[in-house]
């Protein structure tokens, strides 16, 4: 059998391979052949200043030297601590698929698989890269449906992916037991990497191109200067940096630390076994296919003559290196290893032997047990952080290997041409806050870790670390009366249910047991009134002798006058939608700028760079945490809420998109006419510690009125049926205002020369490509979530964007980007959901008239469209 007896040769394997150079290892996990020894000038050599400072140098920092070096870069300089790969880069299995589960980062491993085809040839560098393809494996019915479903969010990509029966994965992997399988996910081009090879190849590239790459040069001190540049402190000497960027892998906390900042990071064990030669894997004629067990929570390839395979425990069993987290990584560490531990990966070998059963008769020749790096939520954190000037990062890779190539290209774009070539709002490191307590870190990283062949569902919760110290005043009230969902910390009610409904989290491909009490709470605010909690909104205070230049320089919408507001759109040089927020005007130069919740630091970081690059005098404050906020809905709001105050809420003199301060009983507000709903409603914004009061005064008052509850799940129904764009799924940093159908919040004629401005009206002197419509199709159990591919013709043509249930028509409704060509009312497409085509139309917009606009068309003679 894979023998448990090789335990016997834990501390001799483990020891040996903490030298480099061992003899007889897999070419994954230790000694390297033709490893490269840098020229005595990258030992010698010295600056006193860099452009680009990056501070370690595992594959991920090295990719970024050489992807700057390479794109012309003057001054790009690399500091490692001890040698290129230590760290985890030198033990990684070095895995690289073509696959994720998400949008965007399929782009990275597109763009790091490419990079790694030809590096090679480009530097003379061997880098072991083999491309058998893999094959993710469905033992489930539900897993033929995250197939199904990840094929739909494929086809509009680059890379190759197909659903394969039973013979075809047989045929691929002889050596595999069938019984159990029901299809395979194939993607051709994936494979294996060694990753010090490829890390030596890519530093050969970077020296090539000019980069220097300093090691050892440990870091001692990170000292920020007025003008936004650095002096960097080393053993050797200091260096004055432009930018600095922390790449330091399990360093990376240590390196946030020396400026005040705690990065949710923390450092978990993960094991592989490799096997001696294998009699039967020998004698095949190819290489075979990289396999993924989801259900067996393991992946496994061939490793030379043998197997090599690497479990992901549940999150009881695995393990968190947490005293690197409360003493720091001990300062020798670097290309160490833990002390293996089978017993707690046997029932994941013992399943792996089931799988394949030529493991019960194989050797283990070698167990690594290294650290790897987790965020809280299994992604990197990759782009500059709000706050600190000039500071960027690329840490938290649990993955490094599949995603260094494709992140220094990321990294090197932006910082080269001022804004990121594609949407990466995942990877913002910005994503986590003050809220981001160490206990929250490891809870999730452990979750994380322990889910990470899970099913992947639409409208995923994951639970572990929650609630945070980040919830509204209404969490304790309303917690047993929804199912909430999680929002950049906060707890937000996603969905209600009444006495006698199923109120368990069931996640699900389909329509599943919230699909009715959302149609309740639609119904709710279309006919009386529904509440809202909107608390998780980012909310900023704007003032100052510039603060209106510095918005008109900022948004493509005018400045909307006192006591009013608009949504206005922040838009990169190129022209793009980097971000969408509501700009109230409260006093002469003093704003209330609100955005979604997932976007607070990530616009605040925008906000600010701008304002400090242009000299502007205003006072920027984040008062997030500080405000609550209700919402208020639907065609009996205003009779609730008058009610409760003495200032006139009728339509003539509290005009739609008006803002005022007033008082809801006793209690300070700023209301603001305005719902994402389309209804008639306000938003109230008070202090946080006045949210229960406010609530209860404001169900009390609608007792008459027939109030009641409502989630996000609803709202995002009603914006759908109104035609309201989101940001993060309409528009982002892939599309501009035009093609989203944004035309009417962009005033180029405007004589502010806002950012983007120039690039947009040459986008629209050249015409648009597509352009974003509204389908309505008829499916029978499942809806659009977005991210679908569109088919016409027998080809895919575009994607959409979002969707759901329309509870007026009783049809699906989504938004897509088709060709500009096939986007005319009455153009016919497919829409493609868990493998199947279903015909769609492409509809005039809005499906149902916003309430002002049916107001305006009644004082007109008009009818309400519905």
């Known amino acids: 059998m894979l023998r448990p007896g090789a335990q016997r040769l834990r501390g001799i394997l483990l020891r040996s391979c903490r030298r480099r150079g061992s003899p007889g290892r897999p070419r994954s996990t230790c000694g390297r052949e033709g490893e490269e020894k840098p020229p005595l000038s990258a030992e010698t050599q010295w600056k006193d200043r860099g452009e680009t400072v990056i501070i370690g140098g595992g594959c991920v920092g090295v990719s970024l030297a050489y992807h700057l070096a390479k794109a012309g870069m003057k001054d790009v300089v690399l500091l490692e601590k001890s040698e290129l790969t230590a760290g985890s880069t030198w033990h990684a299995a070095g895995l690289t698929t073509y696959f994720h589960p998400g949008i965007n980062l399929k782009k990275i491993h597109y763009d790091s698989i490419k990079l790694y085809k030809k590096l090679e040839e480009e530097t003379g560098q061997v880098v072991g890269f083999h491309q058998p393809g893999s094959i993710r494996l469905a033992t489930t019915p539900v897993r033929v449906d995250e197939f199904k479903y990840q094929m739909t969010r494929t086809g509009w990509h680059a890379t190759e992916q197909y659903i394969i ?157 947490d005293s690197w987290v409360t003493n720091g990584v001990p300062p020798g560490f670097g290309k160490e290893l833990f002390e293996s531990d089978l017993d707690r990966i046997m029932e994941y070998i013992e399943v792996a032997m089931e799988m394949v059963p030529v493991l019960k008769k194989a050797d283990i020749i070698n167990v690594v047990n290294g650290p790897i790096t987790y965020s809280p939520d299994i992604l990197p954190m990759v782009g500059p952080h709000q706050g600190v000037r000039n500071y960027w990062v690329a840490i938290g890779f649990g993955y490094g290997i599949i995603h260094a190539g494709g992140v220094g290209k990321y990294l090197s774009d932006w910082i080269l041409h001022g804004e990121p070539p594609f949407d990466l709002i995942e990877l913002d490191p910005n994503r986590y806050g003050k809220w981001t307590t160490t206990q929250y870190t490891e809870a999730k990283a452990r979750e994380s870790y322990g889910f990470n062949n899970i ?123 980097y971000a969408e927020l509501t700009v109230s005007h409260q006093s002469p130069g003093e704003f209330l700028l609100i955005t979604g919740s997932g976007s ?98 404001i169900m009390n008052a609608g007792q008459e009125e027939g109030i009641d509850n409502f989630g996000t799940y609803a709202m995002n129904a009603l914006r759908l049926e109104k035609a309201f764009r989101a940001w993060g799924s309409e528009m982002n940093c892939d599309t501009n205002p035009l093609e989203a159908g944004l035309e009417y919040f962009v005033k180029l004629n405007k004589p502010a020369d806002f950012i983007g401005k120039q690039a947009l009206k040459q986008i629209k002197a050249k015409g648009l490509k597509r352009r974003l419509v509204c389908l309505t199709l008829a499916t029978d159990d499942v809806d659009p979530e977005g991210n679908e591919s569109i088919w016409y013709n027998g080809k895919v043509v575009g994607n959409t964007t979002s969707g759901s249930y329309s509870y007026s028509i009783q049809k699906s409704l989504a938004f897509a980007y088709v060709p500009i060509e096939l986007s005319e009312v009455g153009q016919q497409v497919e829409v493609e959901l868990l493998g199947k085509n279903y015909p769609a139309v492409i509809i005039q917009e809005p499906l149902v008239l916003t309430e002002p606009t049916r107001n305006r068309l009644h004082k007109k003679g008009g009818k309400d469209k519905t």
């Open 455 to 577: 099913v992947g569902y639409p409208k995923e919760e994951r639970f572990a670390g929650r609630p945070t110290q980040r919830v509204s005043g209404l969490y304790r009230s309303l917690e047993s009366k929804c199912s909430m969902g999680f929002h950049a910390g906060w707890e937000q009610p996603h969905w209600f249910y009444k006495p006698g409904q199923d109120t368990q989290y069931r996640p699900s491909f389909r329509r599943t047991n919230w699909f009715e009490p959302v149609g309740s709470e639609y119904k709710q605010v279309m006919q009386r009134v529904g509440v809202i909690d909107l608390t998780p909104f980012g909310k900023f205070n704007i003032k100052g002798r510039d603060s209106i230049r510095l918005l008109d320089h900022l948004f493509a919408n005018i400045i909307p006058k006192v006591g009013f507001t608009n949504i206005s759109h922040m838009l990169t040089p190129k022209g793009r939608v």
């Open 600 to 697: 607070e630091l990530h616009d605040l970081r925008w906000i600010e760079e701008e304002a400090v690059k242009g000299g502007y005098d205003v006072e920027i404050k984040n008062i997030t945490d500080e405000l609550g906020v209700l919402g208020v809905a639907g065609p009996r709001a205003r009779k609730v809420l008058q009610k409760l105050t003495s200032e006139d809420l009728s339509e003539d003199v509290f005009k739609f998109l008006q803002t005022k301060s007033l008082k809801i009983s006793n209690i300070p507000v700023t209301a603001i006419r305005i719902s994402y709903t389309g209804e008639l409603g306000w938003e109230l914004y008070h202090r946080r510690e006045d949210s229960v009061a406010l609530y209860d005064m």
């Open 165 to 321: 029966e039973p013979e075809k994965i047989q045929e691929m992997f002889p050596l595999l037991n069938m019984n159990k399988v029901l299809a395979g996910l194939y993607n051709p081009g994936d494979g294996h990497i060694d990753p010090y090879s490829l890390t030596m190849a890519l530093a050969a590239g970077a020296r090539k191109y000019g980069a220097l790459l300093k090691y050892p040069a440990p870091v001692t001190s990170l000292k920020p200067r007025s003008d936004g540049t650095w002096d960097v402190e080393t053993p050797q000497g200091s260096m004055r940096a432009k930018r600095i960027v922390n790449a330091a892998g399990f360093w990376a906390r240590e390196v946030g630390k020396m400026i005040g900042l705690e990065h949710p990071l923390i450092p978990v064990q993960h094991q592989y076994v490799v096997t001696s030669t294998i009699p039967e894997v020998k004698a095949l004629k190819r290489e075979l296919p990289v396999i993924r067990d989801l259900e067996g929570s393991y992946y496994l390839r061939q490793e030379r003559d043998g197997l090599l395979f690497g479990p992901y425990e549940s999150q009881e069993k695995m393990k968190v290196q």
